[in-house]
């Protein structure tokens, strides 16, 4: 399984980005997907996850009410759509990946597949 993830860049706080990833070689619905980060000098925490069936979603509490998560079976490609950023959500954003059903807080994993990661920044 081969992960793309898209979308990162600079933005002001407050301000909103959606992050892509798309599956390549495999279906999206036979997949648990999520996102991680990592800070600088931090270690990667998890941001949010999807169950493969789409109908069970887990966020951090940092994110949470902020961040969502969502598919696109057709295109096999998993968002995370980030809204009122602030300074604090600087990292890189890895997308993740996991041939098991994880549902509710098995969400957090283990995760099999990684992207490449994406760099958001927000400036203060």
């Known amino acids: 399984v081969q992960l793309q993830a898209s979308g990162g860049g600079l933005v002001r706080a407050g301000g909103s980005l959606r992050l892509s990833c798309q599956l390549r070689?495999?279906?999206?619905?036979?997949?648990?997907t999520g996102w991680f980060r990592q800070a600088p000098g931090k270690e990667r925490d998890f941001v949010a996850a999807?169950?493969?069936?789409?109908?069970?979603?887990l966020y951090s509490d940092s994110v949470k009410g902020r961040f969502t998560i969502s598919r696109d079976s057709a295109k096999n490609t998993v968002y995370l759509q980030m809204n009122s950023l602030k300074f604090e959500d600087t990292a890189v954003y890895y997308c993740?990946?996991?041939?098991?059903?994880?549902?509710?807080?098995?969400?957090?994993?283990?995760?099999?597949?990684w992207g490449q990661g994406t760099q958001v920044t927000v400036s203060s």
């Open positions: 999807v169950s493969w069936d789409g109908d069970n979603t």
């Open positions: 070689g495999r279906i999206i619905g036979s997949y648990t």
């Open positions: 993740a990946a996991a041939s098991t059903y994880y549902s509710g807080t098995n969400l957090l994993g283990p995760y099999d597949y």
